[in-house]
């Protein structure tokens, strides 16, 4: 199975700054049809998780532009240009480039310092 | 637009046995894989497996294969996770999704095992 790891567990920022989140694969997400299927995922307090991010860095509709994904092969990053309060939640990167099994990372909790 | 309605939370004793459902709606219910996703109290995410409701191909993380089964009706657009002998370390509250792409999330079913 990838393992997929994120860094930081914890993520105390302040109001208007930036966040960044980081996920790195145990081995490389590239798919054989040349897409890289690397997702992110916000989880709300008391709410089920939402995409934010597919394939590295298209954005679902509805997501604010603050966030942005990057990244290639083994390592990615999820970007919160000016954190607001309404992001704060646990973040998460799942891949399903190698399935099954599809795997998450072990999340990031954002919260406000 | 695009819906995956669980059922509701259940609480059940050690041995029993359990189905929880979910129903998809606003989008062609046999083209699109449906997943099932673990979240223990305080925990992650893990994903146990998915059908393909068009024809009932099931594939299973190998964490959770033989534990649970998952299956569907696709006449009335409904997806199955059952287990046939509950275990207190089977509470959890779970998702299901649409897809390897996870685009879409059901409310979620708390399953609470308890004696």
């Known amino acids: 199975d990838v393992v997929m790891t994120q860094s930081p567990l914890s993520l105390p920022v302040t109001l208007g700054q930036p966040a960044s989140i980081s996920c790195r694969s145990s081995q490389s997400l590239v798919h054989s049809d040349g897409n890289t299927y690397l997702n992110w995922f916000q989880q709300r307090p008391g709410q089920s998780p939402r995409r934010l991010i597919y394939?590295?860095?298209n954005r679902d509709s509805g997501v604010p532009d603050r966030f942005s994904g990057s990244g290639s092969g083994t390592d990615f990053t999820l970007k919160i240009s000016r954190v607001e309060a309404e992001d704060v939640g646990v973040y998460y990167c799942?891949?399903?480039?190698?399935?099954?099994?599809?795997?998450f990372g072990g999340g990031t909790k954002v919260e406000i310092k | 637009e695009v819906q995956l309605v669980q059922s509701g939370p259940e609480v059940k004793k050690p041995g029993e046995s359990l189905k929880i459902s979910c129903k998809g709606s606003?989008?062609?219910?046999?083209?699109?894989?449906i997943g099932w996703v673990r979240q223990m109290p305080g925990k992650g995410l893990e994903w146990m497996g998915i059908?393909?409701?068009?024809?009932?191909?099931?594939r299973y993380s190998p964490s959770f294969q033989g534990q649970v089964t998952i299956s569907a009706d696709k006449s009335i657009r409904t997806a199955y996770l059952q287990w046939s002998s509950l275990k207190a370390s089977d509470t959890a509250m779970y998702y299901c999704?649409?897809?390897?792409?996870?685009?879409?999330w059901g409310q979620g079913t708390l399953v609470t095992v308890s004696s």
């Open positions: 999704v649409r897809g390897k792409i996870v685009d879409y």
């Open positions: 394939k590295v860095s």
């Open positions: 059908i393909f409701p068009g024809d009932s191909d099931t």
């Open positions: 799942m891949q399903a480039t190698h399935w099954p099994p599809l795997t």
């Open positions: 606003g989008y062609t219910f046999t083209n699109y894989w």
